[in-house]
């Protein structure tokens, strides 16, 4: 319990600094809008073949504007040393780890709110699949996003090059998740009535994300070890 | 309290302590003294449990230092260089942040009485970031003795305050005394060392060339004894 206590307090400190200092959220959504408005400009929306981009689009929007959040999650804890202030204290690396985990997550799912809604919107879709399978498909490739993006920030921010360097670790490992998450995205979305292959594509998208969240989790040890 | 034995701390090729013995008693006030190089910083951080020794074995409160991180961690207080401040937070969220990691009872109350007791109550909820130096060392030490420590590792504490912030941290340093607390101090303050401390350490080149008692309160004192054992090293 007190893992999961101490978690969520690093969690809501992390979240509180960003109310505070409005440096990352914002500048997540700003992209995110970004990305959409110029994609709804780029490709006529009366298309069917243009609603064909929502998929990837989704995700295209939530990989990029998560890897902005990420680059931040651990170097802002070096300006002042702050995480030896949290390695010091009683706390299991876990928590740290889950900590910084939660804070990503809450944040991406606030881009991913305010994002994919707007997304529909300029694209003129009507959506008529199933939500709540939509909505586990977004939960279930966020969570494995990142899970493993925010363990690999913790490494990447030792790094004077940490920007360069986490979407160069992230895309080759996070590949597989990928590749699943956004086919279940697009049976989804076009081919409500083929559910059933979406299903096998988030069983594999869940299987990843139960392995490298535990790897995660029992490696973060060694990356604040010195 | 602290005993070390043979502590070794390589970091990639280079030795930074070698085979380095260290015995603190409860209650004493230690200036730990040396070159700069010397691993005066690294023997503190490996007694705050940041940095792992390479061999050697170091017990802490009765506990070995590979056996539970957690139990000496809840009874060591470290005021390393940095703050570890968040400076977005004010000095209350920020020891409400760290008190709660430790577990603190009362928080709240404890938090304010600490702000009062470093002279920041009228600060108390102003954003760390707008603070001075001096400032925010007191905030950092009242961070670093939030949950009551037994012992209390000091990285040059003294460093840039002026003379009312220096006064606050002895003040802080000696109250804890009397109640107890053991503290490590490293400094190239003499002054301070000979002021606040009972005991002093001098490292050279990874190991405990001299320690002994600080028998003359006085800065010459102390400052005389170090150079007999330093000489011109730097």
């Known amino acids: 319990m007190s893992i999961l206590r101490n978690a969520l307090t690093i969690a809501g400190k992390d979240l509180r600094a960003e109310r505070k200092s409005k440096q990352v959220l914002p500048t997540m959504l700003v992209f995110a809008v970004l990305v959409i408005v110029v994609f709804s400009f780029a490709f006529d929306p009366d298309k069917e073949s243009t609603k064909a981009l929502i998929p990837g689009l989704i995700w295209i929007v939530s990989i990029f504007s998560a890897i902005l959040g990420l680059n931040r999650s651990f170097i802002s804890e070096l300006k002042n040393d702050n995480i030896q202030g949290m390695i010091i204290a009683p706390v299991n690396s876990i928590s740290i780890f889950l900590g910084k985990f939660f804070a990503n997550f809450v944040m991406i799912l606030i881009v991913q709110a305010i994002a994919i809604p707007m997304l529909f919107l300029l694209f003129d879709y009507q959506f008529n699949g199933s939500l709540p399978w939509l909505l586990l498909t977004i939960f279930t490739g966020t969570f494995g996003f990142v899970g493993i993006g925010s363990f690999l920030s913790a490494i990447a921010s030792n790094s004077g090059i940490s920007e360069m360097l986490l979407p160069l670790l992230l895309f080759p490992i996070a590949t597989p998740a990928l590749i699943g998450i956004v086919s279940a995205t697009k049976i989804i979305l076009r081919h409500p009535d083929q559910i059933e292959k979406a299903y096998g594509w988030l069983q594999l998208v869940g299987g990843y994300d139960i392995i490298f969240f535990g790897i995660c989790i029992v490696l973060f040890d060694y990356i604040l070890e010195v | ?234």
């Not at chain 2, 570890?84 to 603190?104: D, I, Q, R």
């Not at chain 2, 001096?134 to 305050?161: K, S």
């Not at chain 2, 002895?170 to 101090?185: A, F, I, R, S, Y």
């Open chain 2, 1 to 234: 309290m602290i005993k070390i034995q043979k502590l070794v701390k390589k970091m990639g090729n280079k030795m930074i302590l070698r085979n380095l013995d260290l015995e603190v008693k409860n209650g004493e006030t230690i200036a730990v003294l040396g070159p700069n190089g010397a691993g005066k910083s690294t023997l503190l951080k490996v007694i705050a449990t940041l940095y792992k020794p390479t061999s050697g074995k170091v017990m802490i409160h009765g506990i070995d230092l590979n056996e539970n991180l957690n139990k000496i961690r809840e009874k060591t207080g470290y005021l390393p260089h940095a703050s570890l401040l968040y400076e977005h937070f004010s000095p209350l969220e920020n020891l409400e942040f760290f008190g709660k990691l430790y577990g603190v009872k009362d928080l709240e109350k404890r938090s304010k009485e600490l702000i009062k007791q470093v002279g920041l109550a009228f600060f108390m909820n102003e954003p760390v970031k707008g603070f001075s130096r001096g400032m925010i060392q007191r905030v950092a030490i009242a961070r670093a003795i939030i949950h009551n420590p037994l012992l209390l590792l000091l990285d040059e504490p003294h460093t840039g305050l002026d003379q009312k912030a220096v006064g606050i941290l002895n003040d802080v340093v000696e109250t804890n005394k009397q109640k107890g607390m053991t503290t490590l101090m490293v400094t190239h303050d003499f002054k301070q060392a000979a002021t606040l401390c009972d005991r002093a350490i001098i490292i050279q080149r990874g190991i405990v060339s001299d320690d002994f008692p600080i028998e003359v309160r006085t800065e010459e004192w102390l400052l005389n004894k170090y150079n007999e054992k330093v000489g011109g090293e730097n």
